[in-house]
């Protein structure tokens, strides 16, 4: 059974800095992409980062420069480095992983539960 647990969130003011975390399991990790999505209320979730090795990695425009994205493959996990927080990137923020090479269309996707991730004053 696959899963994937992120920890990490909380609340933090404009400026700020957090690091999310995310631990798959039922997974051999080195085998996908895995990475970071968020959603607000009433939008679609929409990537944030991914990364496959230390040189194949995607970053959102609104996050290039204050987001860094990581893996460490001997423990399953991925992280995101979040700097220079705004109130917009308030979100509930997924960890992702899926297949590298399969088509998007029939890939299996797998979803943590989700973490709150607040900017505010």
């Known amino acids: 059974q696959v899963q994937l647990v992120e920890s990490g969130g909380g609340l933090v003011q404009p400026g700020g800095s957090l690091r999310l975390s995310c631990a798959a399991s039922?997974?051999?990790?080195?085998?996908?992409?895995m990475g970071w999505y968020r959603q607000t209320p009433g939008k679609q979730r929409e990537l944030v980062a991914t990364?496959?090795?230390?040189?194949?990695?995607n970053y959102a425009d609104s996050v290039k420069g204050r987001f860094f994205v990581s893996r460490d493959l001997a423990r399953n996990t991925v992280s995101l480095q979040m700097n220079d927080l705004r109130p917009e990137d308030t979100a509930v923020y997924y960890c992702?992983?899926?297949?590298?090479?399969?088509?998007?269309?029939?890939?299996?996707?797998?979803w943590g539960q989700g973490i709150q991730v607040t900017v505010s004053p």
């Open positions: 992702n992983a899926y297949p590298r090479g399969e088509s998007p269309s029939t890939r299996t996707n797998y």
């Open positions: 039922g997974i051999r990790s080195s085998l996908y992409v």
């Open positions: 990364i496959y090795t230390a040189a194949a990695k």
